[in-house]
């Protein structure tokens, strides 16, 4: 599109607006553009004045020298032969032509010179007598300068003084590319946009490319009428002259309007550019028209140089001690983790540092199903959502994101205490993560005009520039505070030291389980032969007490006779013990034998041995009907007996007892289930009843030896199942294992 052509015209899409073809140049200055093997003119803007007379139209095809007085001609040739002439303007030097002064520029487009000549007043002095003193003093004060806000106003400041412009402001872009006006100086008259934002629609994409590549750029006249270039279109590419680097290229008509929408006829902008990136630009605006010398915009160029360089250097600063504080508390965080208590707990006796690690003011364990919260957080079923989506949905080990509820809409239930999320994956198979928090922070942002207009309401497809720069203020909620690259990148470092404390701690069980398994072999074993050695000792007593209570009974006193029923008793008693150790060594030794098992065979047998024990109490038994599973019928019978023998047992003080045996599925494992109205138990010690000689219950009340529900666990856990006990004191208890429906491989060996 070229620049003369109507202002008005439609634009439907700003960023494909093809603002380096606009076919057209600024009228300060002149361009020609020759054939670079011979020098030979293919394009030339109208307004070139050519000492002979010639019409700028007339002068295509012809000769460099046809332009030019032969001095002047001699004077560029010999500049363009001796220059290092690249894509980038080059600046040759002022010539002279028929009284007229020109500052001369030239750079290469593929196989053409592209030659520009501004325009020079006849009282102009040279500048560069100056450019050494100035960048010096420049250069002193920012050393002096630690942040970026005191480098910027010293360079505004300076950039006013050398131009002659009425405002300059120096704005720089965040991570969307929108601008915040972090430093102005403006003679009286000027708007403030101190602090104001614009938004990243005033720059195009391909107008942003262009600032990165020319890092000066100046309109002297908002109300210029652009200079067509002839012929329009080149003869074998059949497009319009690449004006990229063109100092005198036309402007785009949006951005004209968008100047005078603001009230400025003049402006310049100086690129900040840091490692590639546009990182921010320098602003000159004025009300009237102003031009600047080539020498002052070249000296402009420099000083944003090396304000880039000051600024990646404080940037970088600021990064490595930023870094360097998280690395510290790095540090004490390993340190605490690698203690030998487990993982939750060492982690909650740092919590102050887990939180300050990366400025967060919430943090979330999620590990083994169990859910420890540090700090201000969502609640735990929130945080169990949150991570069943973050599982789904994460590209990496790390997610992170200062608008969670923007991306999850669940989180906006609770963004004023978690909009900024950043979670670690600290496993490899399952969803265990470790997450910060961030709360929302309520910004009112000043933006320079509604950023939202931008159609007109004649042309709502029109691309229009606004047309106030008043004060619109907006408020957003939703977001916190970014996380920043050095923050992911420790929290990264973080995750691959917990990953190695937890295959440290992971080798360290495997080695104590090992040693666990060979002890407890032994103990098996110890026992298993202590307990069958007992056997007949203690029967032996039995016996030989019955013989002397029939043979000497009426020799003895009554006080020997009840010293004999007592070594009986306690010698009975020890056998009892002595059985049901055998029983549990052989829970642990014996081979499984797995087949499908009728659970209601079981639990009759059980209930009709225990009837012919209770004598005249009063039981009442509801039995469901069970469905089959897969175990080993001899040892899942003897879990059945242990548990209705307990019931009977522990309901006997009950005018009749009420024994409850059902069953629940769930799918994949079924629970048994054994109710009883009986004494019950204080629920604060339930974890103790399945321990090898525990017991809640004096002897004197209830006999017993203390290994009956021992056996169960062991059985049940055998077959790769589960048991759990619930129980009040004086209102019963109840008692229950599950199995699963078919037995993993691993547990029918």
Not at 168 to 180: H, I, K, M, P, S
Request: hydrophobic residues 45%; proline residues 4%; negative net charge.
């Amino acid at each position: 599109m070229t620049q003369h052509t109507d202002q008005t015209a439609l634009l439907s899409n700003c960023d494909r607006e093809p603002i380096h073809l606009p076919g057209s140049v600024q009228p300060h200055g002149a361009l020609l553009v020759l054939r670079a093997v011979d020098r030979v003119i293919l394009h030339v803007s109208e307004n070139f004045a050519a000492p002979s007379g010639q019409r700028a139209a007339d002068l295509v095809g012809q000769p460099l020298g046809q332009a030019f007085t032969p001095a002047a001609a001699a004077w560029l040739e010999a500049r363009l032969s001796d220059a290092a002439i690249d894509f980038r303007p080059s600046y040759l030097g002022i010539l002279d032509q028929a009284g007229q002064r020109h500052e001369v520029l030239a750079h290469t487009s593929g196989p053409a010179l592209i030659v520009e000549l501004e325009s020079v007043p006849p009282d102009a002095s040279t500048q560069v007598n100056f450019f050494y003193p100035l960048v010096t003093k420049f250069v002193g004060a920012l050393a002096e300068a630690r942040t970026v806000d005191e480098m910027s106003l010293l360079a505004i400041n300076e950039i006013k003084a050398l131009t002659g412009f009425g405002r300059v402001l120096l704005y720089r872009f965040d991570a969307e590319q929108n601008g915040e006006v972090i430093a102005e100086t403006a003679s009286a008259g000027y708007p403030s946009y101190l602090h104001q934002h614009f938004p990243a629609s005033d720059i195009p994409q391909q107008a942003r490319a262009l600032y990165v590549a020319n890092r000066v750029r100046l309109i002297s006249d908002a109300n210029y009428r652009p200079v067509p270039i002839v012929p329009q279109l080149d003869a074998i590419t059949r497009q319009p002259v690449d004006l990229s680097f063109a100092v005198l290229r036309s402007v785009s008509p949006v951005h004209i309007e968008y100047m005078k929408n603001m009230g400025t006829l003049a402006s310049m902008s100086i690129s900040i550019i840091i490692r590639g990136q546009l990182w921010g630009l320098v602003s000159c605006h004025n009300f009237e028209p102003l031009r600047v010398r080539f020498e002052t915009r070249a000296i402009c160029e420099q000083l944003g140089q090396i304000l880039a360089v000051h600024f990646e250097a404080a940037e970088e600063r600021e990064e490595f001690n930023h870094r360097l504080e998280l690395r510290h508390t790095l540090v004490r965080l390993l340190a605490s983790l690698s203690k030998p208590d487990h993982f939750a707990v060492n982690l909650a006796t740092v919590s102050h540092d887990l939180l300050e690690f990366v400025d967060a003011s919430g943090a979330a364990l999620v590990l083994g199903g169990e859910i420890s919260l540090f700090g201000v957080t969502p609640s735990s079923q929130q945080i169990e959502d949150l991570v069943q989506w973050i599982a789904r949905n994460r590209a990496g080990d790390v997610y992170e994101t200062d608008s969670l509820a923007s991306q999850y809409p669940g989180a906006a239930d609770y963004a004023e205490v978690a909009s900024g999320v950043l979670a670690l994956s600290i496993s490899q198979l399952h969803d265990h993560f470790l997450i910060w928090f961030r709360p929302e922070i309520v910004q009112t942002i000043n933006w320079a005009g509604n950023p939202h207009l931008k159609a007109t309401a004649a042309d709502p497809s029109r691309l229009s520039p606004r047309r106030s720069f008043a004060v619109w203020s907006e408020t957003v909620k939703g977001i916190s505070k970014s996380w920043r690259q050095s923050e992911i990148d420790t929290a990264l470092e973080f995750r691959t030291a917990l990953l190695g404390i937890v295959l440290r701690r992971a080798e360290e069980m495997a080695e104590l389980a090992d040693n666990l398994g060979r002890v407890n072999k032994e103990l098996e074993s110890f026992s298993y032969s202590v307990s069958h050695d007992l056997r007949s000792p203690l029967r032996h007593i039995v016996g030989f007490a019955d013989m002397l209570i029939e043979m000497e009974q009426e020799r003895l006193s009554a006080k020997g006779v009840r010293f004999l029923n007592n070594i009986k008793s306690s010698a009975q008693f020890a056998g009892k013990l002595v059985d049901d150790l055998l029983s549990f060594s052989q829970m642990g030794r014996a081979s499984l034998h797995i087949s499908k098992v009728n659970m209601n065979v079981l639990v009759s047998a059980a209930i009709e041995r225990l009837t012919q024990d209770i004598g005249e109490r009063q039981v009442r038994w509801n039995v469901a009907r069970f469905p089959e599973v897969d175990g080993d019928a001899r040892f899942l019978a003897l879990a059945v007996q242990n548990l209705l023998s307990n019931a009977v047992k522990y309901t006997r003080s009950q005018a009749q007892a009420v024994i409850d045996v059902d069953f629940e599925d769930h799918g994949d494992h079924i629970t048994f289930i054994f109710k009883d109205n009986g004494v019950g138990f204080d629920a604060a010690y339930s974890h103790k009843l399945f321990g090898v000689f525990q017991r809640l219950h004096r002897m004197e009340e209830f006999e017993g030896t203390g290994i009956g529900l021992a056996n169960v666990k062991r059985i049940i856990e055998r077959h790769s199942g589960t048991v759990s006990a619930q129980g009040q004191t004086g209102q019963g208890a109840v008692f229950s294992f599950s199995l699963p429906k078919v037995l993993p491989l691993e547990a029918r060996h």
